[in-house]
């Protein structure tokens, strides 16, 4: 590489990482991206199942309502470049947009490939050089201050610079290149990284209903609870896997299931598949059905409340005869159907590996970079961005704003400082 020079080096491209480099140089400053994988944005070209939730249009406060641990800390990465920005940056590139249910933005192809490629290309023309195949492995300071980093790309490489911005991503999803080497790199230079865990990340349940695996109900309440006492609740979207639980609602309530596990305390999931009836009106319902049809078995009976697989699932567990005679059934045969629907309890074993997360909670200590500008407090000339900060969101585009918005403000910082 000729010019071993820069003002800005940017070490990972991601979201994070694309959005501070293409800031900096637009503000005139010369950078570098170094990125290890063979392309950038591996991640992104993944996110949302491959549709890429972009960002939310939630108002602010709603949106920093969805953030932890500390989500006071964007304030000022918030107001430098949000929601907004981001979507017409997008569209500067000719990557149109579509708003869906609870204010997500897609791309309007429905391609997440299209939106990093957006991303690229503008850091590109903003004048941006990214290396890939490039892994940095030490960031070199003088007097606390940033004096050049050193690579690994078919050979050892010195880069100078003034300042450095570390956007290496969280551990999730490993293959995509988010290893948490960041976090080695920032702890080298004297920062503290908080405890990392998996979160928007599925659990492992004891029982398992793998004859249902797949089956996914919609409408649904599921209650956290530890020790026998109720923590949260969420209501909407229950996948069933062969380990365990999935959906919307159980990756919401991940985050503070990991913790609790952690701590070696007892988790229970209660779901409730029929939030919008009482225990009365099903019993009323039950004894309509009978009423209406007093020759049919137990199952279907349970089939006219559940599907098929959850239905044989209730029965067995309940152990009432598949074929018992509907006339014949008990008060308290209603009652045991009730409270299963209304209350059937798995007990969190577990949860997946860092493979399956979509993010990382933990992270590089907030208390020591400076939210109005992203550079370390310890370090001059370091700036941290996206998902390597103790900061995540809930699913609904909020991870991915994190990071454009703190890669811009710390794009912005780092050029000015020169
Ligand atoms: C399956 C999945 C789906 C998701 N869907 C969504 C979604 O729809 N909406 C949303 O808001 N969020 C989503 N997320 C979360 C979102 O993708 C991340 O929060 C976001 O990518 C973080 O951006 P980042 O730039 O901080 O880090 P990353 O995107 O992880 O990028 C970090 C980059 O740094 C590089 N790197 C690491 N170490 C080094 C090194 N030593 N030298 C050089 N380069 C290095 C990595 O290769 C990587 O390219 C999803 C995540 C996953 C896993």
Not at 279 to 286: G, M, S, T, V
Request: include cysteine; proline fraction near 3%.
């Amino acid at each position: 590489m000729k010019n071993t020079h820069y003002d800005v080096v940017v070490i990972g491209a991601g979201p994070a990482g694309l959005l501070a480099a293409g800031k900096a140089a637009m503000e005139g400053a010369r950078v570098l991206v170094l990125e290890k994988m063979e392309k950038p944005a591996r991640k992104l070209r993944i996110t949302g199942k491959g549709r890429c939730n972009i960002t939310n249009l939630k108002p602010l406060d709603e949106f920093l309502a969805e953030i932890k641990p500390e989500p006071r800390f964007l304030r000022d990465a918030f107001s430098e470049f949000f929601s907004n920005d981001i979507i017409e940056l997008i569209e500067s590139q000719g990557v149109g947009v579509v708003i869906e249910r609870g204010q997500r933005v897609f791309p309007s192809s429905g391609k997440a490939w299209d939106v990093a490629e957006a991303l690229i290309r503008w850091a590109k023309e903003q004048g941006v050089t990214i290396v890939c195949h490039a892994t940095v492995t030490a960031i070199n300071l003088t007097n606390n201050a940033i004096s050049s980093v050193a690579y690994k790309a078919n050979g050892e490489h010195l880069v100078q610079c003034g300042s450095v911005v570390l956007a290496t991503g969280g551990k999730s999803y490993p293959a995509t290149g988010s290893t948490g080497e960041g976090f080695l790199l920032a702890e080298k230079c004297g920062h503290k990284i908080s405890p990392l865990r998996p979160t928007l990340v599925s659990l492992e349940t004891s029982p398992v209903h793998s004859k249902a695996s797949g089956l996914l109900l919609k409408n649904v309440n599921l209650s956290v609870l530890v020790g026998g006492k109720k923590m949260s609740q969420e209501f909407g979207e229950l996948e069933i896997m062969p380990y365990g639980l999935s959906g919307a609602i159980v990756l919401r309530v991940s985050r503070e299931v990991v913790c609790f596990l952690d701590e070696g305390r007892d988790v229970e999931l209660e779901i409730d598949l029929k939030p919008a009836l009482s225990h009365e009106k099903i019993d009323n319902r039950l004894l309509r059905e009978i009423e209406e049809n007093s020759r049919m078995g137990m199952i279907d009976l349970a089939r006219k409340l559940l599907p098929k697989q959850l239905a044989e699932i209730m029965l067995d567990e309940l152990g009432i005869a598949f074929q018992k005679i509907v006339s014949r059934a008990s008060s308290d045969d209603r009652k045991l159907i009730r409270l299963w629907l209304k209350g059937k309890r798995f007990r969190v074993t577990g949860y997946r590996s860092w493979n399956e997360a979509i993010a990382t909670a933990g992270g590089l200590l907030l208390k020591e970079v400076d939210p109005r500008t992203m550079e370390s407090k310890l370090v001059k000339g370091l700036y941290f961005a996206g998902e390597v900060l103790d900061l995540d969101g809930a699913t609904g585009g909020f991870n991915l704003q994190i990071a454009y918005s703190t890669g811009w403000l710390a794009g912005k910082s780092a050029a000015a400082a020169r």
